[in-house]
């Protein structure tokens, strides 16, 4: 199989760790019988910096026309004026609204190996696993108006919390799929005891449970959510939610795992049905650590888990993303473990030999 992907580092540790998926899925490529074809552009600071736009029309157009795109991280403290007309998180707006990616899958799963990386008792985070599926393209992010001005009483800003019922409609939906292929129990977080969208968002997923009679629909405010990852997560198994409640709740859920280096994430422009291909963006949901860029530590785990995710939802290849994804387990068990996970009695590595090791694995 011939497969196209646009690759966007993005800035900061985005190259090093983006070296180190594509470096995998050559390895797996060449076991499976697998071609890809890699079409480097750029995105964010690095964007701003040759082409004076986050990411250009003709980047979008490339990303459009491909089976699928890796992408980095972007930012960094030298594009972070907050009066700047252009900022490289634009980028990933753009990459997100003109590519129509509305559903964000962020599973959080706990290796045995790690079970003692975290700040939380072993017993309470062993045998975690569960995905969040966050709405991608409305919300906060993009509602209207949007605008900071100037009175006489002193500045002011304005964001809106805007959702359609077929925006809510689509992204619960995604969740029920999932649900349906995993343990049949759906989480729907929201804010309906304050915030009007929250109650169109319960109402909604209410709704389209009808269609899912098999699948048990329970709500949860997100701040109850908040506290519950952190008590029980073993009870979570699929959520969905709204753009700023998911991208903050995966950001707390991270730490269960390990370390941020270890979620992946794929961003979808259809629901995933079983052996559907599905255009996506699959990136890491950690940021560029600046500090941390040129130095070989950044853990690549997350963007290697997030080419496996690429291979399951986007190509289909379920034996290549398994393969994959028991490669980072093999090494995690053999001890391996980069700057962020490091613990005592282990082997400590760099990002480039993190990614050999599991590129082995996989293509072995």
Known sequence: MKLNLVVLPGDGVGPEVVAEAVKVLEAVGRKYGHSFNFDHRLVGGAAIDAEGVAVSEET?????????????????????????????????????????LF????????????????????EVVRDVDFIFVRELTGGLYFGKPKKRWQTK?????????FYTEQEIARIVRVGFELARRRKKQLISVDKANVLESSRLWRQVAMEVARD???????????????????????????????NTFGDILTDEASMIAGSMGMLPSASLAGVPEQGRRIFGLYEPIHGSAPRRAGLNMANPIATILSAAMMLRYSFSLEKEARAVEKAVEDVL?????TYDIMSEGKTKVGTKEMGDLIARKAGG
């Open 212 to 242: 899912y009679p098999d699948v048990t629909l329970e709500h949860m405010l997100v701040d109850a959510c908040a506290m519950r990852i952190i008590q029980n997560p073993k009870y979570l198994d699929v959520l969905v939610t709204e």
């Open 103 to 122: 559903a964000n899958l962020r599973p959080v799963h706990v290796y045995p190996a790690l079970v003692d990386a975290t700040n939380l008792k072993p």
């Open 333 to 337: 068990n053999e001890g391996y473990r």
């Open 60 to 100: 979008l157009e490339r990303c459009k026309k491909a089976d699928a795109v890796l992408l980095g991280a972007v930012g960094g403290p030298k594009w972070d004026d907050p009066l700047a007309k252009v900022r490289p998180e634009d980028g990933l707006l753009a990459l997100r609204k003109h590519l129509g």
């Open 153 to 161: 009483q002193g500045r002011r800003a304005v964001d809106s919390m």
